[in-house]
């Protein structure tokens, strides 16, 4: 099986602009979930989607929102960007979601200038 | 200004050696843990889970221990190489959110010295 697979790789912004980011779960995967990785912070949930619908959410201003759709593939948008959310924006999938292992794609590398 | 990033715990150990990454979890209605393996520019590859109802679990050269008392999961790798080089980070679900999210450790920084 494929494994999660997320674009872009690699993206420049700069501030106030806004960028949407994709994943492909694992084939039959239906949960979603979208994590945040900075050096300062670490590992951070943003949120998770199941079923075409927001199932939980981190601590995430609302400037940060997401999607799935009906194959499950997610995407998650930011608007107005600031420096700060410069990070590996990473994506996990699992079968069904709770108490399973969740499946990370190699993430997408934000930078905003 | 300057930015201050996480300070990983590091372990170095020699080629062939055993490796003991350690981990403290906070929340005790914790019921199912994860280690993952995160090399340079990759995601965080799954490397061995345990459920709460248990207090071993071994797989190929890994082995996770979960005291739930004192809240401590670790992970062993016997015969550590030098592919065992990265950050290992600790994740816990916790039940009480009613949904899939992890919570992750601040990661372990392994270097294998050939």
């Known amino acids: 099986k494929a494994g999660v697979t997320q674009t872009p790789r690699y993206l420049i912004k700069t501030r106030g602009q806004q960028v949407t980011l994709s994943c492909s779960p694992i084939s039959g995967h239906r949960s979603v979930s979208w994590y945040q990785q900075t050096p300062g912070q670490g590992l951070q949930f943003l949120f998770e989607y199941f079923s075409e619908t927001q199932r939980n959410k981190g601590n995430f201003p609302g400037r940060f929102s997401g999607r799935q759709f009906s194959n499950s593939r997610s995407e998650m948008n930011v608007s107005t960007l600031e420096l700060g959310d410069s990070a590996l924006y990473l994506c996990a999938s699992s079968l069904v979601g709770f108490g399973e292992t969740q499946y990370f794609g190699p993430g997408t590398r934000l930078l905003v200038l | ?114």
């Open chain 2, 1 to 114: 200004g300057e930015s201050v990033g996480l300070h990983l715990p590091t372990l170095s150990v020699q080629e062939g050696d055993n490796s003991i990454i350690n981990c403290a979890y906070s929340n005790s209605a914790s019921d199912y843990f994860i280690w993952y393996k995160q090399e340079s520019g990759k995601g965080p590859q799954f490397i061995i889970d345990i459920r709460s109802n248990m207090d071993k679990r071994q797989g190929q050269r890994v082995t996770v221990l979960l005291n739930k008392t004192v809240k401590h999961l670790s992970l062993q790798i016997a015969a550590t190489q030098p592919g065992d080089s990265a950050v290992y980070f600790c994740a816990e679900n916790r039940s009480v959110t009613g949904a899939n999210n992890l919570f992750f450790g601040t990661g372990t920084r392994l270097t294998v010295i050939p």
